[in-house]
């Protein structure tokens, strides 16, 4: 299904407030978490590629993101945005390439990192992919992720200005957001929002303010990324690790839950 332009409208909207995100990596868990009360679907690359066995970091085929994607977005009804990594190519134009892929299967939203390559890769990248989007007539939300906290490309005392700095690029490349993994200081927080213009995503982590604050900060979205799938297939161990233990069928039962019709989720 191809992207629908009132989705990428809906998802732009949806950072007027606080967007909380619980990233998904497969169909059941994207209709569960909108069954939960998410207004949009977001992907994390780690978890997907992690889902279908392959690790992270631009190992995972297009051909089988684009496939996931598929799926993710016939069983959901709100906008989806997909964690494209690096956009699983080196370069501007194949980064272009293979987000269109994604438009063409229904993503209206990307995140596209900057990891450790160079800055002015990642703002190529970001004119391609939005000079792509509008040739299709989708207003692509994308999400500039820059991973200066996350993998300290800078001195810890420059990493608000460094920060900044690529925010402005980004902006002027065509991006829609800011996502910055790895900061979790309201101070920090604070200053990366006032300092520049695009809404901020922040990413789930011990010390991150809650709801509330992020808030009163200006944030405009948090993200799971793989904190949501590390707690599912922590509870599938768990339960995995006691059956073989004991083939307890009445604790294994207990442990169910009170799952949702599932057939109905899935319209059977």
């Not at 780690?46 to 069983?75: N, Q, Y």
């Not at 996350?150 to 608000?160: D, M, S």
Request: glycine share 8%; charged share 25%.
């Amino acid at each position: 299904m191809p992207a629908r332009p009132a989705d990428a409208k809906t998802l732009h909207a949806l950072h007027d407030e606080l967007l909380i995100l619980p990233n998904a990596w497969d169909a059941a868990s994207a209709r569960v978490i909108q069954d939960a009360g998410a207004k949009a679907i977001a992907t994390s690359s780690a978890a997907v590629a992690w889902a279908h066995g392959f690790a992270d970091g631009h190992h995972f085929p297009i051909e089988k993101l684009t496939t996931a994607l598929d799926d993710i977005v016939r069983v959901v009804s709100v906008p989806v945005t997909c964690d494209a990594e690096g956009g699983y190519a080196d370069d501007a134009a194949g980064a272009a390439k293979n987000v269109t892929a994604l438009i063409d299967v229904g993503a209206v939203g990307i995140n596209l990192e900057d990891g450790r390559e160079p800055h002015e890769t990642h703002l190529k990248k970001i004119e391609a992919i939005r000079n792509a989007a509008e040739r299709v007539g989708v207003n692509l939300f994308i999400n500039a992720r820059t991973d200066v906290y996350l993998k300290q490309l800078v001195p810890a005392e420059q990493a608000i200005e460094e920060t900044l700095r690529r925010a402005r690029a980004i902006k002027e490349a065509g991006a829609s957001g800011l996502f910055v993994p790895g900061v979790f200081t309201a101070a920090d927080i604070e200053a990366i929002v006032r300092g520049q213009s695009l809404p901020l995503n922040v990413m789930a982590r011990p010390g991150v303010p809650k709801k509330a604050e992020l808030k009163s900060l200006g944030v405009k979205r948090i993200s799971a990324a793989t904190s949501i799938f590390n707690a599912a297939l922590a509870g599938a161990r768990e339960a995995a690790v006691d059956f073989l233990a004991d083939a307890d069928s009445d604790t294994l039962w207990q442990r169910r839950g009170s799952p949702p019709d599932y057939n109905k989720l899935f319209g059977g």
